[in-house]
């Protein structure tokens, strides 16, 4: 029993000395590195090992690994057609003073219990500080705004002409519209893992449809009402004369709904003559013209 003891107090001894190397020893080794001017041993900016630089060696270090993974292009695509975006198009880069920063103060926080473990924790298992990615938000936006205006399938509105007594109305056409904010959203995910060298990004896109046809407004633009050609005294002025042109409202707009994907629809305009021309006001509209034709005769 008494030598069991003493096996026990042994290894509780032996236990406690190499507790206390092992304390000794990280103190030891904190107390070095709080006094150092580089960054601690196990730490990583995006996957890029730091450890033992100081704050500008760790900063050019970095900077130059990803400046290259930043040089390259993103390709977007819709159907068959594509598009390269370049990450200097919309300023992105990664903040990498911040990055070492917050890299060279592992372990220095001036808590000595907190920095203690920090450090341990990280001599025992790396950490790598992801660096925030910069950009612009407006510069992005407004290049996508440019590939949007490019798709193939832009919307169209209806419009319309006349020829030959006819109205002639053109329907509209379905448009393709980006989803802004989930492209955008997949372009930075893209560039904060430094994975869109061999990625092609399918575009999102949603259907915007044309305006409905407009019968009343094209009727009100084309309408015109029958007039006579007049003429005035007091100031003399001569009206010459207006054909009436119309259709039926009503009727074209039944048209359309029971036929709504056909290209152009053709309208019959209704046409009114005016009774009387310019031609039949005689000369009592044009004294000044009958005295010229008198003045040359005598």
């Known amino acids: 029993m008494v030598k069991k003891k003493n096996f026990i107090l042994i290894y509780l001894l032996l236990v406690a000395v190499v507790m206390g190397i092992l304390i000794a020893g990280v103190v030891s080794f904190y107390i070095l590195h709080k006094n150092d001017e580089t960054i601690q041993t196990g730490v990583y900016i995006k996957g890029i090992n730091v450890s033992g630089l100081t704050k500008e060696e760790a900063v050019k270090l970095v900077k130059d690994n990803l400046d290259l993974e930043l040089n390259d292009h993103l390709i977007l695509k819709y159907k068959n057609y594509e598009y390269y975006v370049e990450v200097e198009q919309f300023d992105a880069e990664f903040d990498v003073e911040a990055s070492v920063d917050l890299a060279y103060k ?22 790598d500080v992801e660096p925030v990615l910069k950009y612009s938000q407006e510069a992005l936006i407004s290049y996508l705004e ?75 633009d084309v309408y015109r009402q029958m007039q006579n050609a007049y003429f005035t005294t007091e100031p003399r002025m001569v009206y010459a004369e207006v054909t009436g042109v119309d259709f039926d409202v009503k009727a074209v707009e039944n048209a359309i ?13 209704n046409l009114t003559k005016p009774e009387v021309t310019v031609n039949d006001l005689g000369m009592e509209a044009f004294p000044d013209l009958l005295r010229d034709i008198f003045n040359k005769v005598y």
């Open 146 to 220: 440019v590939i949007e205006a490019q798709l193939p399938d832009q919307l169209e509105q209806s419009s319309y002409y006349v020829e030959d007594n006819k109205v002639m109305i053109t329907n509209g056409k379905n448009g393709a519209k980006i989803y802004m904010d989930e492209l955008k959203e997949t372009i930075l995910e893209e560039v904060q893992d430094i994975t869109y060298k061999n990625t092609c990004i399918d575009i999102p896109t949603f259907t915007e449809y044309p305006d409905k046809i407009n019968v009343t407004a094209i009727h009100d």
């Open 257 to 269: 709904e029971a036929n709504p994907d056909v290209e152009e629809y053709a309208i019959e305009l």
């Open 106 to 127: 592992i372990g220095r926080s001036g808590n000595i219990i907190k920095d203690m473990k920090d450090y341990a924790n990280v001599l025992m298992s790396k950490i």
